[in-house]
């Protein structure tokens, strides 16, 4: 009887033999419920591992038809990111990350307490004390994150100001008399490509801090590679 209900509703990897389904325990428990056959939720379970199923999430692993020149813009990437490196100059990789509610809300993750920690209910904008835009810049050499926390609007300015503040307070001490930067960004957002203020903004920098500034952006749909 459960063979028939996951007939149409299974998947499996083809080596390893393992499958899975869509369907929940407590959906299996029902239909065979309704079909006569009073089964809990462990019993269900117990007979899903007997058949090698698993609980699965899913995967970003489809993609629309690539650019033909896509290997050859990540070849690219990938020599300019080395070149900089041999020569000892500062790579970074930079990318604006997911908007933060500041306030009394509820975050995933457990601590050590006593009791639990009471928080609201909703997570409403109109019940936050504030937006936090976050930006965050990784340094390749040296496997040394930095993340600046604003509270304005993800702009070319807020960027750049970013990055300005990972270069006075950690790179031109990491970095002594380099004076060569490569940034890898995503191509879109406060770093787009096309950018008029992203381009004169890091100009700016560059002016500032006598540095001659390189950046290459990722193809779309290419970011989880920066």
Known sequence: MLDRLLRDNTAGH?????????????????ELL????????????????????????????????????????????????RAFQK??????SVDAKKRELVGNFKNAGRTWRQRPRDVLETDFRSEAQGVALLYGIYDTRRNAGYMVVGV??????????????WW??????????QQHLLIQ????????????LWKACLQDLADEC???ITVTHFPAGA????
């Open 14 to 30: 083809p080596i390893t033999g393992i499958k899975w389904t869509r369907k929940t325990l407590r959906q299996l428990s029902r």
């Open 34 to 81: 309704r079909k006569g056959l009073r089964v809990g939720r462990n019993t269900v379970r117990r007979l899903l591992k007997a058949q090698r199923y698993a609980l699965r999430a899913n995967r970003k692993r489809l993609t629309h038809e690539q650019h033909p020149d896509r290997d050859r813009q990540m070849q690219y990437i990938a020599r300019r990111r």
């Open 87 to 92: 020569a000892g100059n500062p790579v970074i």
């Open 152 to 165: 304005s609007h993800e702009t070319a300015e807020f960027a750049v100001a970013a990055i300005r503040s």
């Open 168 to 177: 006075l307070e950690v790179g031109r001490q990491a970095y002594p008399g």
């Open 185 to 196: 960004a995503d191509d879109g957002g406060s770093n787009d490509s096309r950018s008029w």
């Open 210 to 212: 006598q540095l001659t």
């Open 223 to 226: 970011s989880k590679w920066n």
